[in-house]
């Protein structure tokens, strides 16, 4: 007899449990990650009694392969130009949560006396609050629309960028065993370099192959191809020393910035939910109840620097960076829990084998606790706020209102910078392109090339072919911004602008030499003056060549129209317009879209009928109906099945609105009859019945007993379709549609009148 291998077996078991554990947890309305825990504990060996695992580090493979697809479709949903849009509230609050947090969970590892390295990775556990969590309880209360929503959004993305940082920074502490200035400082400039270079040619490369290729992309071969350039990436990033989850996620957020991103992120999802899936139960298999048990206090310890911590720093964050405190108050309660990130984090210490195996189930089961009470803590919120309005002095709530008002005046920015910070953002982003590119180059390509032609005939083209590469990138160093407007306005301004100006040319100019002398130095083994002569001669032709100028037009038009394609197709099919939502944001008002559904009581009415804005306090500003958008719409507007709603008003006035409709279309449903079903079927008119001798139409089975005569069998003929001038025959089988009630009354002889 043959025998399961065990990883199929284990597999059987992970599955089965998790199914039974998640049904009971969706029963009871509590998340699924909750009950993915309780299935591995339920799963792992810590259980005897009933049959767990055999083949734990078989598991943990699978385990590692979930953390890439979770990170996978956190970058998918992540995307860094979103990043830039958060805006400084997401920024503030998103540096002093996890600065605040760090630096209380440290301290609280150590007072516990769990020495330097475990209280280093359980800060960076504590400081990442749950994605996942906050999404679901924002659907399933109906908060996606209030003000502090959005805030709260903008901070868990800027958390997801530093949880990722994150990792990699403990990854180098862990592996150095110290803390060297230095050596971070070289691993922080590393990742950053690694980052930028991989989005920008990700950018230009990638969203142009999906288009070209979009005739074959079926959801399977998209499905194909996305992996395959997760897994691509996750081996590039392994390679240049990085982890595979941080390859995972900046391939996600490269796919973050094109068309196909959402429809990438829907067929990738049954992937990243098994995995995930797999990934959540194996971190409960590590989880031993008796050792919960023995490290209690500590859990109940963590759990309170975890909801007190996230709660003051999140508040003091966002009212630092110029928020309102109702709007702080909401945030901070909202964050306090800690979710996936802990999890690996706490994987990764115990991977390296720099953390002590109690502490993984420690902050797992902290996990838990601040997941179930984070509903009941969003609650909290306003409440909070109540009491927190009475307590503060006047003067204090005055200060921090004119504070917030003064934070959200709109200044206008000076000419040096705007100048300035478009320098720095071009100059930095294609130096470390070229940087990356000559690395590789003198890396891999030029020992290839000098291997096939030995000498100087192999360096020399080898050289010419890096610098050729390299050109259009040195050109948009040194020319870019030289004729903009910004330019422009300080040259004719001041003469004293004028000096500063050149120098500001001609630093990059150097720039631009230093990084051509870089393989001229390997390739030719030049002296140094030779290498400036050489790379001087380079930067002329390159400024003064307009071939290459066009070139580096086309090639900064292609990247652009990559990175803002999927910017532009939002916005073209947007219900609401994202810098009006912006400006109303400030006023404490929301836009908020609204759909119709197929079987609302609202269907058919006139807005005046529905006199919204007398009941809700709401307003309909636009209606949209396929590809027509009915701005400002009149009372005698009619609504339609799957119509959308554009409503604008305030937090509590989007609530009421959402919470009417909903009640209006439940109540509707339950007035409504049950349907029921259609189905074809036959029967036979007998002696006696009294459809003998009448057409189809006299007898008013279509019309009064909403039946259809779709055939008749009479004799050894068959009339199909019959006309309704037919006339019914004793003996005759007649095929008829209809509901099956009223076609047994029609069998029995009994016409609608009798």
């Known amino acids: 007899m043959s025998q399961i291998p065990s990883l199929i077996s284990d597999l059987a078991v992970i599955l089965i449990s998790a199914g039974l554990v998640t049904l009971l947890f969706k029963r009871l309305k509590q998340p699924v990650v909750l009950g993915y825990i309780v299935a591995g504990i339920l799963a792992g060996p810590a259980i005897k009694e009933i049959p767990t695992v055999t083949d734990v580090e078989s598991i943990r493979i699978w385990a590692d392969i979930g953390v890439v697809f979770l990170l996978f479709a956190l970058g998918l949903d992540f995307s860094f130009k979103k990043l830039m849009k958060v805006g400084g509230t997401a920024v503030v609050g998103a540096i002093t949560v996890v600065i605040g947090m760090m630096t209380f969970g440290y301290i609280a590892g150590m007072s516990l006396g769990w020495g330097h390295m475990n209280s280093l990775f359980l800060g960076g556990m504590l400081s990442m609050s749950s994605t996942t969590i906050i999404f679901k309880a924002f659907d399933d209360m109906g908060l996606r629309n209030q003000r502090f929503a959005g805030v709260v959004f903008g901070i868990l993305v800027v958390e997801d960028l530093f949880a990722v940082l994150l990792m990699v920074l403990l990854s180098t502490l862990a592996v150095s065993k110290h803390v060297e200035g230095m050596e971070l400082l070289d691993s922080v400039v590393k990742l950053g370099v690694f980052l930028l270079f991989c989005f920008v040619i990700g950018i230009y490369l990638i969203p142009s192959f999906l288009k070209k290729s979009r005739t074959f992309l079926n959801d399977e071969t998209l499905l194909i191809v996305s992996i395959g350039l997760c897994l691509g990436m996750v081996m590039i990033a392994t390679k240049a020393g990085f982890s595979s989850a941080l390859g995972a996620f900046v391939m996600g957020s490269i796919l973050a910035e094109t068309i196909d991103a959402e429809r990438i992120e829907h067929i990738v999802k049954p992937v990243k939910d098994l995995f995930g899936a797999i990934f959540f139960v194996s971190v409960g298999m590590l989880i031993d109840p008796v050792l919960l048990w023995e490290y209690k206090l500590p859990i109940l310890i ?125 100059v930095g982003t294609y130096t470390a392109v070229t940087l990356v590119l000559i690395f590789i180059w003198l890396q891999f390509v030029a020992p290839f090339i000098i291997s096939k032609l030995p000498g100087l005939r192999g360096e020399i083209i080898s050289l010419v072919l890096i610098v050729a590469l390299i050109s259009p990138m040195l050109r948009a160093i040194m020319m870019k911004k030289n004729h903009s407007e910004e330019y422009q306005q300080l040259w004719h301004d001041s003469k004293y602008n004028r000096g500063p100006l050149v120098s500001l040319i001609a630093l990059r ?44 037009i086309l090639m900064e038009r292609h990247f652009f129209t990559n990175l803002t394609a999927r910017e532009m197709e939002n916005e073209r099919n947007a219900p609401i317009n994202q810098k009006f939502a912006s400006h109303l944001l400030e006023r404490d008002l929301h836009l908020a879209d609204f759909e119709v559904k197929q079987n609302s009581p609202s269907m058919g009415k006139t807005l005046k009928e529905l006199n919204f804005r007398q009941k809700c306090n709401v307003n309909i500003v636009t209606i949209i109906r396929g590809n027509r958008r009915i701005n400002i719409p009149g009372g005698n507007e009619r609504l339609f099945p799957f119509d959308k709603l554009v409503v604008v008003g305030a937090d509590d006035d989007l609530l009421h609105f959402r919470q009417y409709i909903e009640e209006r279309y439940k109540e509707s449903l339950t007035n409504q009859q049950e349907t029921k079903e259609v189905n074809m079927e036959q029967f036979l008119i007998s002696e006696g019945s009294g459809l003998i001798g009448r057409t189809i139409l006299e007898s008013g089975i279509r019309d009064k007993s909403g039946c259809l005569v779709i055939g008749i069998e009479r004799d050894s003929r068959s009339i199909k379709n019959p006309p309704p001038t037919t006339v019914f025959q004793q003996g005759d089988i007649v095929w008829i549609v209809g509901e099956h009630e009223k076609v047994v009354r029609l069998s029995e002889g009994k016409t609608v009148g009798n």
């Open 302 to 426: 963590l759990t309170a620097v975890v909801m007190i911590g996230q709660i003051l720093f999140a508040s003091f964050g966002v009212l630092l960076s110029g928020q309102t405190v109702k709007v702080a108050i909401q945030s901070g309660f909202s964050l306090a829990q800690i979710g996936e990130f802990a999890f690996i984090i706490a994987s990764l210490g115990l991977t390296l084998g720099v953390t002590d195996h109690f502490l993984y189930p420690i902050v797992v089961a902290v996990s838990v606790i601040t997941t179930f009470f984070t509903p009941y803590m969003i609650r909290m919120a306003e409440p909070a706020y109540k009491v927190a309005e009475r307590a503060i002095p006047a003067s204090w709530m005055s200060f921090l209102e004119r504070y917030s008002s003064g934070s959200n005046t709109i200044r206008q920015k000076s000419a040096w910078n705007k100048l300035l910070k478009a320098l720095v953002r071009i």
């Open 509 to 552: 100019i150097l720039l631009c030499i230093g990084l051509v002398m870089l393989p001229v130095a390997r390739l030719l083994n030049a002296a140094v003056g030779i290498a400036i002569a050489i790379a001087a001669t380079v930067i002329a032709l390159v400024i003064f060549s307009k071939r290459l100028k066009k070139q580096s």
